[in-house]
């Protein structure tokens, strides 16, 4: 079963749009797009499980230059 999650990004100022196009070519994401609100950029994102899903968000997306915080929403399947 393959783990989903949304990632909520927040960036430095005038950021959004040069992060969400480097969080686009990391692998296992399959939509990043900068938005308004509290959060800059919104991530779809997937993984074989928990520990390579959470392994992603920290050692290529938090590693992104811009990012300031993310939140990490698992999506629950019923």
Do not use: F, N, S, W
Not at 18 to 29: L, P
């Amino acid at each position: 079963m393959v783990v989903q999650a949304y990632i909520l990004v927040q960036t430095e100022v005038g950021k959004a749009a040069e992060v969400a196009r480097a969080i686009a070519e990391v692998k296992g994401v399959t939509l990043a797009e900068d938005v308004t609100g509290p959060y800059d950029v919104i991530v779809r994102a997937e993984a074989k499980h928990v520990d390579e899903l959470g392994e992603m968000v920290v050692a290529q997306i938090q590693r992104i230059d811009g990012i300031t915080r993310t939140l990490t929403c698992p999506v629950v399947h019923l």
